[in-house]
């Protein structure tokens, strides 16, 4: 047993908030469409990817300098969310969970798939204009690339919180989540908010594809980001911005530690599976999540 | 003035539930649509605000038009922007939103914010027990209150035309009676036209000018309120009195069952 250090307990902490952070910024994306439209998005990691790969390809290919092919990703990305709801999810309003949920799931395939297609199967890199040196922190060493992403990630989320608590339109998407039918009744274009929702959605991906494929790399392997997505979204309850973050920075600092503590002991491995167990476990004492809402009976 | 002609819904491309209906809501007036389960009133409603879409139906004949101008052919916001709102039965808030939240969703085809603050207060002048809860979740409001906010919620995107499915369904008859006294309050000072659903006969035809009665999905009976409520038919189908007035009695030895005059 080595002894405890706490610097090193203290940079697997940080180093698990920032990429807590930046999973919470992928999970936004698919609670922005469960809030909105009921719909489970299977597809959230391909989204990721696809962006990356639009951002990597703007810059390697047409030169185009990093901020230039992050908003291209963008609005690649709200174009890629307005075509699918109209295409695919459209049609499929007022189907059972499952139609959707298959659809996605075919969705992510053909996402992976065209992406080999259209850009090739080889790794490509996103370059970010920050310097490579670490920032240091105390005893903690912060690459700026986690730093950018971690703050990328925290004004989105603020954005989206403020967006739905206050302004009209994003109360009037939680009222479409609510009920459709008397949102339409009330004069609330449904189909407009659902279109929304998945470009919303369209752009949190963006700005998660720049982010991962930066410290990733772009291939159609960015695409397993989208899995952790699950275990942030069960934690902090599907329909909540909130849980994204607080079940972000859970798994993100779970992984850490699994890593840091468990894998020199079995060898490795314990960080790719820590959050799901965690994920089971919430499963089973509390289904909500820790933020999700909760439905309401009364008696 | 609201009118529907000659209107016949089709569910599902084979279900004829309207058979050709033709009423009218005057404005400034509360005209009531009375009938039994099934006869077709809330389909009347849905065929006026555009809502029978949402759920496979269909206006094949006849149509519904307010102030001369054809409402039939458009998809439920735009209804709701020419200023015709449903409520619906059942109290259907939106849960998860507070009262303030409900309200502002409601106000969604107004585009002024000024506006949406003025209707708020309106809104919460008239039903004061809103404005204390009006940080909570609607879910979680009693009964009462909530066919309140339902209410309120639909007068957030000034109407012209409110369509009021039984909003006296399953709750106290004090709570009723506050909703009414509303109800009228409008129409008398805003010039607000009522289209109001109800199984409770007796309750409607007291406060409304004007009446219809549904049976079948068609129209088998029409007069002002004060006309229906001396109808001996209407004395024993609806309000459970017999011929003299006083309350019917089922102990009477032997019981013959009074034919519809409209059916003949």
């Known amino acids: ?299 | 003035m609201l009118a529907l002609n000659n209107v016949e819904v089709v569910y599902d491309g084979v279900i004829l539930v309207l058979k050709g209906v033709s009423l009218s809501a005057e404005e400034g007036h509360i005209t009531t649509l009375l009938g039994a389960n099934g006869a077709g009133k809330t389909t009347t409603l849905k065929a006026i605000s555009g809502l029978l879409k949402t759920e496979r139906g269909e206006v094949t004949k006849g149509n519904v038009e307010l102030d001369g101008e054809r409402l039939d052919r458009l998809l439920p916001f735009d209804v709701v922007k020419r200023g015709v709102v449903q409520v619906f039965e059942g109290r259907r808030v939106f849960e998860n939103l507070t009262v303030d939240e409900n309200l502002v969703a409601g106000a969604h085809s107004r585009s002024n914010t000024a506006d949406v603050k003025a209707g708020m207060e309106r809104v919460y002048g008239s039903f004061p027990v809103l404005k204390e809860r009006r940080s909570q979740s609607a879910g979680y409001l009693s009964g009462g209150e909530q066919q309140m906010l339902v209410i309120g919620r639909a007068l957030m995107s000034d109407p012209k035309v409110i369509l009021l499915d039984e909003p006296s369904l399953g709750l106290a008859p004090m709570v009723i009676e506050e909703i009414f006294s509303v109800i009228r309050r409008l129409k008398d000072e805003q010039k607000l036209t009522v289209l109001l659903v109800e199984q409770n006969a007796a309750l409607a035809l007291e406060i409304a000018d004007h009446g219809y009665v549904m049976e079948n999905g068609r129209i088998v009976l029409e007069g002002p309120a004060e006309q229906l409520r001396q109808n001996s038919d209407i004395k024993e189908f609806y309000l459970g009195l017999n011929e003299a007035g006083s309350r019917k009695s089922y102990r009477d030895t032997k019981h013959y069952r009074r034919r519809k005059r409209w059916l003949s």
């Open chain 1, 1 to 299: 047993m080595p002894e405890f250090e706490w610097q090193f307990t203290l940079v697997l902490l940080t180093n698990g908030i920032m990429i807590g952070l930046m999973y919470a910024l992928i999970a936004l994306g698919f609670v922005l469409i469960y809030k909105a439209t009921d719909a489970i998005n299977f597809a959230q990691g391909e989204f990721v990817m696809f962006a990356g790969f639009l951002a990597a390809v703007a810059a390697e290919i047409a030169g185009m300098p990093f901020w230039l092919s992050s908003l291209l990703a963008i609005g690649g990305m709200v174009a890629l969310g307005f075509g699918l709801e109209r295409v695919v999810l459209r049609p499929l309003i007022g189907r059972p969970v499952i139609a959707v949920v298959m659809a996605t799931i075919g969705l992510a395939a053909v996402l992976r798939g065209t992406a080999v297609m259209a850009f090739g199967a080889g790794t490509r890199a996103i370059v970010m204009p920050v310097s490579d040196e670490p920032f240091e922190l105390g005893p903690v060493m912060l690459p700026p690339v986690q730093l950018v992403g971690a703050g990328v990630s925290l004004v989105f989320l603020a954005l989206f919180t403020w967006f739905f608590l206050k302004s009209r339109i994003g109360i009037a998407m939680r009222a479409v989540a609510d009920s459709q039918q008397v949102a339409m009744a009330m004069g609330i274009n449904v189909r407009r908010y659902f279109a929304l929702a998945w470009a919303m959605a369209g752009i949190v991906s963006a700005l998660g594809g720049v982010v991962w494929g930066t410290m990733l790399g772009v291939d159609n392997q960015l695409a397993l980001v989208g899995l952790k997505v699950f275990p942030v979204v069960i934690l902090g309850g599907l329909d909540s911005i909130m849980g994204a973050v607080i079940g972000g920075l859970i798994v993100g600092v779970v992984e850490n530690f699994a890593a840091g503590y468990l894998d020199p002991y079995v060898g490795g491995g314990t960080k790719d599976f820590a959050p799901y167990v965690l994920m089971i476990l919430v499963l089973m004492i509390r289904p909500e999540g820790m933020f999700g809402r909760r439905r309401i009976e009364r008696v």
